[in-house]
Structure formats: C-alpha cells, structure tokens
C-alpha cells in the first residue's frame, strides 16, 4: 500500500508544480520582457520551475519502479531528465545569454518573450501527457 500511495502523492505534487507554472507564468506575458528586472524575474521562475519538475518527476519515477508499474517509471524518468536538459542546456542558457544583451538589442527582448512562450508550451505538452496517462492508461 505504501509504494502505491507514494507514487500518487509524487504524481499529485508534480501536478501541482506543473499547473502553479503554468498559471503562474501566463500572466507575466504582459511584460514587455524589455528590462533585467523583467527578464531576471522570469529566469528565476524558470529555474525553480525545472528544479522542482526534476525532484518530484525523479521521486515519482523511483515510486513507479517501487510498486512495478516501468512503463510510469520510464516515463516520469523521461519527463525529469527533459527538465534537466531544459535547465542546463536549452531554455535556462539562452535565457542568460538573452538577458545580456536586451538592454543594447532591442529585438534579444523579443526573443525572450519568445524563449518564455516556447518553455510554456513545453510544460503544458508535459502536463498534459501526465494527466493523458494518468486517466488513459491506468494505474
């Protein structure tokens, strides 16, 4: 009964992190992404974001091989070294290369903003395949 319930509280808290992301970085879209307040505001959010899908997504994967059910483990262990991939190599450096250069180049702001819009479609690519396999195939 444990490893079962360990794995549905991971899934419920990566969840939870995914759709606080979510709500959360819809609204900054507002912002003309034109300044480093802006755009270190939005990094850091990024970086928490990835952080916290790793940990859970990580917990989740290792609760998953816990209870027997690989075909979850592999993929909650797909979706962590995705936001390990996105912290370290994709989104997160071009985010910091991006933010040096917006206050001489005027279009860097416009990449942001697109840099921002791209990592948030990524998450709700992934919360929605969480919760597509979540109701279709069982647990």
């Known amino acids: ?34 300044t480093p307040l802006d755009s270190r505001f ?16 990580s917990a989740a994967a290792l609760c998953y091989g816990w209870t027997g059910r690989p075909f979850f483990a592999l993929g909650m262990a797909a979706i962590a070294v995705l936001a390990f991939a996105l912290r370290r190599w994709i ?15 005027e279009a860097s702001a416009l990449r942001f903003r697109r840099l921002h819009i791209a990592g948030m479609m990524l998450n709700v690519l ?10 279709r195939l069982g647990l």
């Open 1 to 34: 009964m444990l490893p079962i319930v360990s794995s549905l509280i991971a899934t419920v808290i990566l969840l939870v992190w995914m759709g606080f992301f979510m709500m959360g970085s819809l609204p900054l879209l507002i912002l003309a992404h034109d």
């Open 42 to 57: 939005i990094r850091g959010l990024f970086n928490v974001y990835y952080l916290a899908v790793m940990l859970t997504a």
């Open 91 to 105: 989104i997160i450096p071009r985010m910091d290369r991006l933010r040096e250069t917006i206050p001489q180049v």
């Open 126 to 135: 992934q919360l929605g395949g969480v919760a597509w396999s979540l109701t």
